[in-house]
């Protein structure tokens, strides 16, 4: 039985995905408790569910086969919810070395091309470069996010779903869910029929202040049995010799949702509670944006549909905006293709036109044309559609081709527009000629396993489609 901590903008949602597959949800927070009108354990989960700093995607850390049945029905919410492997997962142990160091902290060489940033406040004395350390991942970082997994010297038992963890360290309690030592955990420790290991403390995580005495003991005890594993593998592996894996307790994989995938989150939640449409896609946007579908739903919404143009109106994004081009690869990877103004917008539509000023330098990808300083890029995208386009015009107006994207459907936020870009594209070449291009990498991502069999075949269908309608 997998047991599953979820939280975040997609918890409803993921916890009745849970349940409907005979899962047990712990350690729910109080809205989860009342909208299923459920008691639900405290106890260790052996997966969580997290949603990411940015609401795009979540999160999945724990045990390698809970991971994999939870990020299994993550992504069949929708044809647009694709998944990747994390290198340098939740609680691992490493010997880094450290590369270099910023204002805040030290960049450190895990091995095999992977990378952590070290804030100085989580290091156990002065780092400098060349350092060797031994580290321990605190948060990894999603492949789209500009950043690294963030690792601290402080070694601890897994945290990933616990209630209590131990961490090297003199005192019998390190920390406890208030931060004081005068929490009542404290003196509940002393009562625990459970010896802890020496040289290490007590962490008590904040589901625990809910948990009754038994189930103390129990992740108490469970705790001690990691410490032992840990233990060992660290005399194993003997001094700190980087760079290299140490120990690796849990899997870390993230799923991103792109716009279909967020409507059947909708769906999902709507059997629990009611959802206003375009629930999940809105919060997605912005923490305000998230705040105010809470407010429309406890005062009760009536729309059709995603209502853009209410979304829009509120929060952008507008004419006069500066907007980002979030290009999101199959391998996980976010590209930004600069920025550009928001010339049109028409909200009912739910439609808008992007200009960039180009700069001098190469070619066009795939039209072959110069790009020189003073060019004018010309995108237009609609929500929802699963393709966008781009004209090229000179200084003197002079048409330079037009290059057609085909995406996950696009998402018009108010600081980017986002979607991940699936290779196969369309270029209309000055001369009018059309062709379609790089359906090559499209087939090598299917065969990375970055790019579903059925999102394939789906990106190619609308790659002839507009082939034909260039054509005419």
Known sequence: MTRVRVRGIYATALTAACLDADWTVVQASEPIRARFDAAF?????????????DRQGVELSGAADGVAAVRERCVAVGRDALDWDERVPADAVFDGRVTGTTGGGAIVDLGEGREAYLPFDAADGYVEEGDDLRVQVRDPAPPWADGRATVGTTIRTPTTG??????????????????????????????LNVGVPDEWAVRWHRTAADAPLDTLGDELADAVERADVLDAALADAGDVDAPREVYQPTETAWVWFGRDARFGLDDLRGGVVATMPGHHRTKAATAAASTAVDFAEAVGVDADGFPFEAVSSAFGPRAGDSLAIAHGKPSGRLVTLGSGTVTECDPEQGTLTLEREMTGGGTYDALGTEREAGDVAVTRLKEGREWYATGYKGADGANKGTYVNVSTPVELFPDAVRYVDLHVDVVKYPSGEVEIVDEDELEESVAEGHVPRALADRALAVAEQLESGLSE
Request: no cysteine.
């Open 41 to 53: 354990p405290t106890e260790r989960a052996d997966v969580v569910a997290a949603t990411t700093p």
């Open 162 to 191: 616990a209630v209590a963890s131990l961490e090297r360290g003199d005192a019998l309690v390190a920390a406890t869910p208030d931060g004081t030592a005068e929490h009542e955990l404290v003196q509940t420790t002393e009562l």
